[in-house]
């Protein structure tokens, strides 16, 4: 390896290229990178100019990749978890060949173009993560090395090393400062993930200018104390020293490693770099040109030579690489075509061939067989079943495990066998959560984890940042009301369920028995649209009857759990824990000769994709008299109870006491149901 100079050795017969210095070819990445945000009039140019170089070493000399089939499931992962660096990311991968031309960087941050401000996942081919709120994509790193090792140990075998890549990350001085960053990387070290390589952009700069004033953290000790190997006082512009960090750290398997690189932020800028100056801003056109003039950069915006272009692209030797990774799963296949068959399933999402039919006859023997429980509980046991069928399962909780009910007979634990499919995420819910959308990133596995439904909260940004990327997450919140009782109102949930709901692309489930329940849990292991949230109760809930119509309109996320004969007067709307207070409502008004309809809602979103037919028929526009039921925020309620209707749930904080009181204190009783409807209809 030559210090300053990369050659292509001429061993196949084709022409020696010209030989260009290392640094020419990252600055490559900061010309694309500054032209792109001038153009822009947006961006920021400093980390990807200060990181340029780091970047050139590990996508040359390290990354295994196939710009071609962005999608192989033995690729090294690459996390960019300063994601506002992004044009760094958009650079390399032009650079190397993906389908990404000088034409997309051109419209940085443009509407509709493939190189938005941050880097969005499914957006823009190459992009492994959604990342722009820091210290997430280290968190999503951590979960995809999870998986990888993982994966490794439920499918190699001797002389078959089919799952085998690294996870790189990047992140910078705000990573580090982010909260979820301490969380995942200290259950990094803790699981021992060596195949997890992370480079600390150590620039010293943020937005607001020097960090020392507020961010004098000892890096190499905390990591170290996490269980990090830690390579410090890397040469961040130079590219030996990068060389022999990226080397070090992958001879160490059995933790994963942080290289602290020493960088400038806006290398080559003559006035702007080292300062937060060149942080979040163009450069202005007067810089960029005296930075080309300083970089020894010749050539025009968005200009780059044949020859460097040549030396970027791996499109040839990724797929060399993947050639010989799919000559080695032939192999693999014939001697264990089970395993090999299973594997492909499983990274491509392919639920098994007996699953619906399966599923679908567990459904009808919990309602045929009711049964009174929590359905936290009806959770586990839901688990239980579908544990048997689905390997791909990998779940845990953040410390409430036997709160949350989320292992089962099959549970092993990662940390005691790393083949196991059960994590115990320690009291770490945003973590957890960020964790858990790398191992789904990754591929070959349905993740779920779990908190109480009021510790969403510290989860709430990666529980977002799930949903905006659109990926599987089963999401376990119990514990799901004032019901909690005695813990009183620091856990006792009353917005988070709206809040859940009013976020696109989450699928948010409540249901009143074990038969939604396993409806909800159906849907969420079906669900490739995003994430699904599933809301379960403390407190026993009582088994409603149906009919088999009523059985299979659950899953439409509302449907008619009893009815009158002729046109309701009144509709009362209710989910969870409170449908059996209306239930004995419809039960007592229609004793009183009133034409009573109870409406179970599991999932508003469900309902609202309905067709206009069926959605008219649940809850007919013509009846105006409807009451809301649930024990959380009220105005959520709003939209199907209208002007003209009532809702019963909750305006104010809870408070500590025995659950009964509780719903007495609240007004969840079946005496105040039936004088609001009373009340309603009086007024008609």
């Given at each position: 390896?030559?210090?300053?100079?990369?050659?292509?050795?001429?061993?196949?017969?084709?022409?020696?290229?010209?030989?260009?210095?290392?640094?020419?070819?990252?600055?490559?990445?900061?010309?694309?990178?500054?032209?792109?945000?001038?153009?822009?009039?947006?961006?920021?140019?400093?980390?990807?100019?200060?990181?340029?170089?780091?970047?050139?070493?590990?996508?040359?000399?390290?990354?295994?990749?196939?710009?071609?089939?962005?999608?192989?499931?033995?690729?090294?992962?690459?996390?960019?978890?300063?994601?506002?660096?992004?044009?760094?990311?958009?650079?390399?991968?032009?650079?190397?060949?993906?389908?990404?031309?000088?034409?997309?960087?051109?419209?940085?941050?443009?509407?509709?173009?493939?190189?938005?401000?941050?880097?969005?996942?499914?957006?823009?081919?190459?992009?492994?993560?959604?990342?722009?709120?820091?210290?997430?994509?280290?968190?999503?790193?951590?979960?995809?090395?999870?998986?990888?090792?993982?994966?490794?140990?439920?499918?190699?075998?001797?002389?078959?090393?089919?799952?085998?890549?690294?996870?790189?990350?990047?992140?910078?001085?705000?990573?580090?400062?982010?909260?979820?960053?301490?969380?995942?990387?200290?259950?990094?070290?803790?699981?021992?993930?060596g195949k997890l390589i992370a480079f600390y952009d150590n620039n010293g700069i943020s937005i607001d200018g020097k960090i020392t004033g507020w961010f004098t953290d000892d890096t190499a000790r905390r990591f170290e104390s996490y269980g990090w190997h830690v390579v410090c006082n890397v040469d961040g512009h130079d590219a030996h020293s990068i060389h022999l960090a990226i080397q070090e750290a992958k001879t160490i398997d059995q933790k994963p490693s942080l290289l602290i690189c020493h960088t400038v932020i806006g290398f080559g800028s003559p006035n702007k770099s080292d300062t937060h100056y060149a942080h979040g801003s163009p450069l202005g056109e007067q810089e960029v040109a005296l930075t080309r003039i300083k970089l020894g950069w010749p050539y025009p915006a968005f200009e780059i030579p044949q020859e460097l272009y040549a030396h970027w692209d791996a499109k040839e030797i990724g797929q060399e690489k993947e050639n010989t990774w799919n000559a080695l799963f032939m192999a693999y296949k014939k001697s264990f075509p089970k395993l090999a068959q299973e594997l492909i399933r499983r990274v491509t999402q392919q639920l098994p061939y007996n699953w619906d039919l399966t599923s679908k006859n567990f459904i009808t023997y919990l309602q045929d067989n009711p049964l009174n429980i929590a359905s936290r509980q009806a959770s586990q046991n839901i688990i239980e079943f579908f544990g048997e069928m689905l390997p791909e399962y990998l779940g845990g909780s953040a410390d409430l495990t036997p709160s949350n009910l989320t292992t089962w007979s099959g549970s092993k634990a990662i940390n005691k066998d790393i083949a196991g499919n059960y994590i115990h995420f320690g009291v770490r819910e945003f973590g957890m959560t960020a964790i858990a959308n790398g191992i789904s990133l990754h591929g070959g596995f349905l993740p779920y984890t779990a908190t109480f439904l009021i510790f969403s909260e510290y989860a709430r940004n990666a529980v977002r940042m799930a949903a905006l990327m659109k990926i599987r997450h089963i999401m376990i919140y119990t514990h799901d009301s004032i019901g909690v009782g005695e813990d009183g109102p620091t856990h006792q949930p009353i917005e988070q369920l709206a809040s859940l709901r009013l976020t696109p692309n989450i699928s948010t489930w409540r249901p009143c028995d074990q038969v939604e329940c396993a409806i909800a849990w159906k849907y969420a292991i079906e669900n490739y649209n995003g994430p699904t949230a599933l809301i379960l109760s403390r407190q026993v809930l009582p088994q409603q009857s149906r009919t088999k119509s009523q059985l299979e309109n659950i899953a439409r996320g509302a449907y008619i759990l009893h009815d009158c004969i002729g046109i309701p007067q009144a509709i009362l709307i209710s989910t969870g824990s409170e449908i059996q207070i209306a239930v004995a409502a419809f039960q007592f008004l229609t004793q009183e000769g009133y034409k009573i309809r109870v409406v179970s809602m599991p999932s508003t979103d469900v309902f609202d994709k309905q067709d206009v037919d069926y959605r008219e028929c649940v809850l007919p526009s013509i009846i105006s008299h409807r009451i809301a039921i649930e024990a959380s925020i009220s105005d959520y309620w709003l939209k199907y109870t209208g002007l003209k209707g009532a809702v019963i749930a909750m305006t104010q904080f809870g408070a500590s006491g025995p659950a009964a009181q509780l719903f007495k204190k609240f007004n969840f009783t079946l005496e105040y149901v039936i004088e609001q409807t009373k009340k309603l209809l009086r007024y008609d």
């Open positions: 390896m030559h210090k300053n100079n990369f050659i292509i050795a001429n061993t196949t017969g084709k022409l020696k290229l010209k030989k260009h210095s290392r640094r020419e070819m990252a600055n490559a990445i900061r010309v694309l990178s500054m032209d792109a945000v001038q153009k822009a009039q947006s961006g920021h140019p400093g980390t990807p100019m200060g990181m340029a170089d780091i970047a050139e070493v590990l996508w040359r000399d390290f990354l295994n990749h196939n710009p071609s089939n962005p999608l192989w499931i033995n690729r090294d992962r690459f996390v960019l978890s300063n994601g506002h660096a992004s044009m760094l990311l958009y650079s390399v991968l032009h650079l190397t060949g993906y389908d990404l031309s000088i034409n997309d960087l051109t419209k940085f941050r443009q509407l509709n173009s493939k190189t938005p401000g941050h880097p969005e996942y499914g957006h823009t081919t190459g992009i492994e993560t959604t990342t722009g709120p820091l210290g997430q994509g280290i968190a999503n790193a951590v979960g995809m090395a999870i998986a990888e090792r993982t994966l490794m140990a439920q499918f190699n075998r001797p002389s078959y090393k089919i799952i085998d890549h690294f996870t790189y990350v990047f992140m910078g001085d705000g990573c580090m400062m982010e909260g979820v960053s301490h969380e995942a990387c200290s259950l990094a070290g803790t699981l021992q993930l």
